[in-house]
């Protein structure tokens, strides 16, 4: 029983070690959330919830944490210059309609700005922004508008012209219709290639985003940028939410050691916990 005893005290202390090296190696890691859509009619599985998503941006405010823009977080890192403390990046993908009528109010009620990655095809069709919005809400400072690819294809299946166009079209079109430089690229369902990161910097990205559940630290390679994503449909979100930005350290290996056993091993995947 002793010896029992000890195995296990032994097993507890390597695991609270390895834990708190975990957070340790990602100490100087920004948080970089990924959203969809907020409202409280769409039931997509990535819809959160006006309500909910009040209490995540208050959580923020309440909580010490500050809303940098991409551009702050690539300019310290290249220059070296000191963040401020706990500095969180927020960010929207697609341009659907409701982050005219959802998210901007709530930008404004709390001071704080995002980032939009539009599909510049879909820019105008029924459900989202049309160009006469997105210049409006560009202009009004809480939001900055940059690229999530002209038409939404998979860029893994994409090469040459067909994947230049689909990467630089967007560039071409956000800079036409709103007269100032598009910086970033956030790919498709995280989707990218070699091929796609070497074409977005080739074109003049800054940087490019996938989504994931880690940190973006400053020795990532910044063409391939994690965000954590933010989901709906799901019971207590805001304890989902804390859990995914706060356990970060933990819950990025995790989620990457699920998707690479979870086509094999199924059945031991869905036993993995992930908020």
Known sequence: MKKFLAVMVVLLLAVAGFIFWLFVRAKDGVPILVYH????TDTNPTTLKVADFEAQLKYLVDNGYRV???DDLIDAWKSGKTLPPKPIVLTFDDGHEDIYKNVFPLLQKYNMRATIFIVTDHIGMKDYLSWDFVRALQ???YMDFESHTMSYKDLTKLKGDKLWNEIYGSK????????????FIAYPEGKYTLDAEDTSKEVGFRAGFIEDYGLAV?????YVLTRIPVRGSNSHTLLRFRLRLEGSPIFAPLHRFKEDISEGNPEIADWIFIP
């Open 37 to 40: 859509r907020i409202s409280d």
């Open 218 to 222: 400053n020795d990532s390679n910044s």
């Open 172 to 183: 071409q079109a956000i800079e036409w219709y709103l007269k100032k430089p598009a910086k």
């Open 68 to 70: 940098i823009a991409p």
């Open 139 to 141: 202009a009004g400072g």
